[in-house]
């Protein structure tokens, strides 16, 4: 459910800027603004955005790497009330382009090292490119700024975030500025709010888990510290300068751990987010073990990022849990003789003020929402007598072999359970006698000869007899996206042309 | 601005039993409830308002000390969805009717030691009085709940909080769910929240100040340490023992430290508020120096209490100060010539989603509001050129007397009811040990001698003992302009001198 219209907040940079213009607001490589220089950065982009937008009402695309450009024009398109659409600069300049015209995008801020990739994607439309560096280079503010909005209206759209949707094409989620509002305070009261706290920025800010972090802070008139990739030992720096809040898929913990051996972690990090269903119990338990506060976090993007935290404190006693829900979000679980029981695993679902306005072409939100606003995730799960959610899959993964449900990944966990397997996918491929059975692909660090035979014996002792793969096949590496998560669709390529091939003798 | 209806949140008190079913919710003496306790017993209490209540759709009033069932009416009040109009119990039976009549209260929520009061009060009213002892031994959930509301319509009158106006009768302030919920985040990002905090209620729950406790207490799920009364012994245990944010007026805090001494504080003391521009800078130096996290607040009922807070690290520089709005508060300077400068005094102007949604009887708030929204507080102050606001004096007339707000206009209201008033007037006189105390000048038509004895029964059967002028003084006539408009400051001179010719015998 999104804000009615009409609820107005003050601009929340400009709050942030009255009240604490001299605090640090960002940073990036060697570079610091505090809250003044922020605002002063973003009232020059929006006078650009503006213009460039003219009296055209499209929104503004955003085709760039983490950088300080990526946070002035998406403050500044706050400050003018134009809705951004990040776009994942992984994809082709087609996909991309569909998703221009998708939601009339009208002006495109790009960076040097997408310029090309940019002018294919906006071929024959009706798009005004901005540079990014002239964003972030501006410095003559003009003398009145065209369709400046001194106050932030939560029912209004502020941005349109596409799903990967591991099935098809991607949908434009509709999120407003309440969407983020909420779910950056839903957020600040589960994890604790102090001025001191420092957010920690790597994931890309196209995806919505690395954009709400933006909010999270400006709302909280806290700093971001923002990276422009991933590298495990600027996260390791950033820590130990003092950021308390990260937020990371499991293969980002996974490398960070692997960099800083045993060595101490700082008091200071109060909670480091790991998204992702598919996180190994194994990393939590060797998080906890060496003293990270790990907290396990069941996000989408159409509940604006977060909807259940698993703090540190609690994770010891329940480290295969996603935690508990924020206090602003419903969850409930649907089995199908309905409300599910404790324990019984059924579709999860979601309400409250964080959940999304819709997708693009489906304003009335009729896919996938209840008459009385409850948003079908896709995903399954259950919850514990005390409520803390247990994610088991995403329902478009779902394999029913013989009737029976099987869940990716709980093989996938299972596998990945195994000393000597780094990673690990599972898949379903048809099946004459089942329907559908599961395929898996494993990443192995040991002996090919011995893995087989190996990680048989691991999942017969651990897994009921048709959820054991029909075959395990050793990959190099698997499929994932930029934030971790595994491609199936390429998987299931990748599976075929390899079955494919043994069976034509290659 | 008040939420527009339609914008609902979970419950606040279930999603706080849900997620922390076994975390404390409330003390009081020597006994302690969970939020699974808080839950069951506002369960309970939210049955019997609702069959007292009964079809009607009247208010629900309460008249009662701190103590349990005042938190359980409380919270049960916004489960069944009906407003509560909680009443000032120090005022004599025909203010407190005049009020329950002007709130069209249907069911009166009475502790033991008011039952006569209430009696007199509902005299002739259609109110059902509801012993707050049966709230509070409630033990048998009835099979269904009557008008029980699952969810939190912030658009919707969560209480009439009644204000004494300048001009006479007190008005009831109309504060909805989300006034009540956005003062309570704005307040817990200004102040930091974190799961340890453990807030202390000793103002009365009647107030503003008190009251809006047990929402920021409920909203982020921690405990209330709620006290009958004001006593500085119990409030230096409660602090002992783990209150980490307290809330108090000044005559509180200078209790406490004549009890304290030179003692050391606690370091898990995180925030002292206190309220009321009155506070002598002295008193903040000395908090100061004993180490004492002194928070200095303007607030106001019609801005659902905390408007501005001075966090203890700034009070070091800015000790006179009131501090920085909270987040999601607007507050502007209007000088005559229009917007003040820093540093010119103006009046107090306040815009955001805490502001009230009207007094009773005026729905629209054409008083006091502007168009675009601006409630112009009646005060006067200042901000510098941080934006912190000093505020120079609490609406021209207020006089604070013991925490409790004191208004001439009331006193004299009652004065000229006598019949041989020709005309009267009430201005505040420092007081060591109440801060401030009313006194009155009155033109006298008959016996001289009767008059003090006369006109002191005549206010103590109308007015509440604190309201009551310590001294009366007989004028030939009272400084007025030609508007016919009392001049204060002249009065205020024309006693000075009269009370010092008395004071050096002559």
Same mark, same amino acid.
């Given at each position: ?133 002239? #964003?972030?280079?501006? @410095?003559?503010? +003009?003398? *009145? %700024?065209?369709? =400046?909005?001194? &106050? ?120 480091? #987010?790991?998204?992702? @269903?598919?996180? +190994?119990? *194994? %990393?939590?338990? =060797?998080?906890? &073990? ?129 000393? *000597? ?86």
């Amino acid at each position: 459910m999104t804000a009615p219209a009409g609820l107005q907040l003050p601009n929340w940079l400009d709050a942030a800027a009255l009240s604490h213009p001299m605090k640090r607001a960002l940073s990036f490589a060697n570079n610091h603004w505090t809250y003044a220089d922020l605002h002063r950065s973003t009232s020059l982009a929006a006078a650009i955005l503006a213009d460039a937008r003219g009296q055209e009402a499209g929104r503004i695309g955003i085709l760039s790497a983490n950088r300080p450009g990526f946070v002035f024009a998406v403050h500044a398109a706050t400050r003018i009330a134009a809705p951004i659409v990040p776009l994942n600069w992984r994809q082709t300049s087609e996909e991309i382009a569909w998703q221009l015209r998708n939601s009339t995008v009208r002006v495109l801020v790009v960076d040097d090292e997408r310029v090309d990739l940019a002018s294919r994607a906006c071929a024959g439309l009706p798009i005004t490119i901005v540079a990014m560096k002239d #964003l972030e280079r501006a @410095s003559v503010l +003009p003398k *009145s %700024l065209n369709g =400046e909005e001194p &106050r932030i209206d939560l029912g209004q759209e502020a941005a349109v975030i596409y799903t990967s949707g591991t099935s098809g094409r991607p949908k434009g989620a509709r999120i407003s500025y309440g969407n983020l509002w909420f779910s950056a305070i839903g957020s600040a009261l589960h994890l604790g709010h102090r001025s001191d706290d420092v957010w920690l920025a790597a994931m890309p800010l196209f995806h919505v888990g690395g954009l709400s972090i933006l909010f999270r802070a400006v709302i909280g008139a806290l700093p971001v510290v923002l990276q422009k990739r991933f590298d495990p030992e600027s996260m390791i720096s950033a820590i130990a300068e003092g950021a308390t809040l990260v937020s990371v898929v499991p293969f980002m913990l996974q490398r960070m751990l692997e960099v800083h051996g045993d060595a101490r972690w700082p008091a200071s990090l109060r909670r480091v #987010l790991v998204g992702g @269903s598919s996180t +190994p119990p *194994s %990393l939590i338990e =060797e998080c906890l &073990r060496l003293g990270i506060p790990v907290a396990p976090t069941y996000g989408l993007t159409e509940a604006t990022s977060q909807a259940t935290t698993l703090l540190p404190e609690e994770a010891v006693s329940k480290p295969f849990s996603s935690g508990l829900p924020l206090p602003l979000t419903e969850v409930r679980i649907i089995a199908s003789s309905g409300a599910a029981s404790p324990g019984e695993s059924g579709s999860i679902e979601i309400r409250g003020p964080t959940l999304f306005a819709g997708y693009l072409g489906d304003e009335d939100r009729s896919a996938g929402i209840t008459a009385d606003g409850w948003f079908q995730t896709g995903d399954v799960g259950y919850m514990d007598d005390e409520g803390f959610l247990y994610v088991v899959d995403r329902r478009d993964d779902l394999i029913i072999s013989g009737g029976e449900n099987v869940y990716p990944a709980e093989i996938e966990r299972v596998l990945r359970g195994h000393p *000597s397997v780094v990673d690990a996918g599972v898949i379903g491929v048809k099946d004459g006698d089942w329907g559908s059975r599961p395929v898996a692909a494993v990443v192995w660090r040991g002996d090919p000869e011995t893995a087989a035979a190996n990680l048989l014996r691991h999942c017969e002792e651990r897994l009921a007899g048709y959820k054991i793969p029909d075959h395990i096949l050793l990959l190099p590496e698997l499929p994932r996206s930029t934030s971790g998560k595994l491609l199936r669709r390429e998987l299931r390529a990748q599976i075929a042309s390899i079955e494919e091939m043994s069976a034509t003798g290659n």
